[in-house]
Structures are given as C-alpha cells and as structure tokens.
C-alpha cells in the first residue's frame, strides 16, 4: 500500500482517535469509594471498629463497640482526627453493638480517623485516601 499523504494522515486521524478515547474514559469515571473499616484485634475486651463510607476526602464515619454488654443500651464514643479530640457523641444499641456516625465532612486525605469508646484504651484508626 503506497504511503501517500492522506493514507498517512487517516492512520495518524485514528491513532490520535484511539490516543484520546484511553485518556477520555479514566477522566469521566466516578471516583472509587473510599469506603474502609478497621477493628482492634484483641481477644478480650472491647473490640472497636471504625467504618469510613464516602468518596475522595469526603466521608462520614462510624464508630462501633461490637461486643459492649448485653445491658449496656449506650456509651460515649470520641472521634479523634490526628490525635486531636474533634467530638464526642452517644453511641446507642444497633442490634448487639453499639454505634454512632458522625455525618460526612470533609475528612482530608492522609488523615488519621479514630474512634474510642470512654473507660476503654483501645483505638481503631483508619487512614483516609
């Protein structure tokens, strides 16, 4: 096939065509969801777990007391941003564990997310993305 200067200029039309189609379809997907949890990993005690749910730098979080007793109907949860203190709430009985979510904000990203439940040591910590 002779390499005249339009047979040229179609496969250089298209290569560009197909260049711009793989940078077009990264550009318009969604985000992923930053959508996470981490749990302390003792055998005894209270086992605290953190759920991060939203996308980017914007998420809300959860913090749970899985195994509070059975009598306990609510505790005083903390969220702690870096190792500073942001807020406290009340975490009420959700089935057999005790729960609170703090409403989505704006969290940062590479930001240390904790929850501690008052009277207990443990964190759970999660790092956003």
Known sequence: MPRTPAVLADALFLALSL??????????????????????????????????????????VTGIWTNPPDDLASHTVSLLRDGRLVDTATATRSGKALTHTWPAGDTGSGTELCVQFRGSQRLACQTTH
Do not use: M
Request: charged share 10%; with cysteine.
């Open 19 to 60: 260049a711009l189609a793989g940078i077009a379809v990264p550009l318009t997907a969604t985000p992923a969801a930053a959508d996470s949890s981490a749990c302390t990993h003792h055998f005894s005690g209270p086992q605290i777990c953190i759920r991060l749910e939203g996308r980017g730098a914007r998420n809300s």
